[in-house]
């Protein structure tokens, strides 16, 4: 029973930082990527970060390289987010890749199982 649950989203001004954390059950994630993604109103899903474990990555979008990392302890993958801005604000995901994945994309069509989302607002 594969489950992933996102929480440590909220309101935080400009700026500021939040860490997300994404429990995951119902596998091993030593065999998977997780990727990050997020989604705000009338836009397209975006990836994030990933990370694999021993393998590939961890990767980061452009828009959030230097200041997101992710990271992950036993069955919980965490996204560290400083320097926040309000172009941030977006429900984010986490989500498992597909069986037999390789590498740590971060094209949302890479990913079958989802979190159910944690919102986050950057506002002043």
């Known amino acids: 029973q594969v489950q992933l649950v996102e929480s440590g989203g909220g309101l935080v001004q400009p700026g500021g930082s939040l860490r997300l954390s994404c429990a995951t059950s119902g596998f091993t994630l030593d065999y998977h990527a997780i990727g990050w993604f997020r989604q705000a109103p009338g836009k397209e899903r975006e990836g994030v970060s990933c990370i694999r474990h021993n393998f590939e990555g961890p990767f980061y979008a452009d828009s959030v390289k230097g200041r997101f990392t992710v990271s992950r302890d036993k069955n919980t993958v965490y996204l560290q987010m400083n320097s926040l801005k309000s172009e941030d604000t977006a429900v984010y995901y986490c989500?498992?890749?597909?069986?037999?994945?390789?590498?740590?994309?971060?094209?949302?069509?890479?990913?079958?199982?989802w979190g159910q989302g944690t919102q986050v607002t950057v506002s002043s």
């Open positions: 989500a498992l890749d597909i069986p037999y994945g390789t590498g740590c994309p971060l094209g949302a069509f890479d990913y079958q199982y």
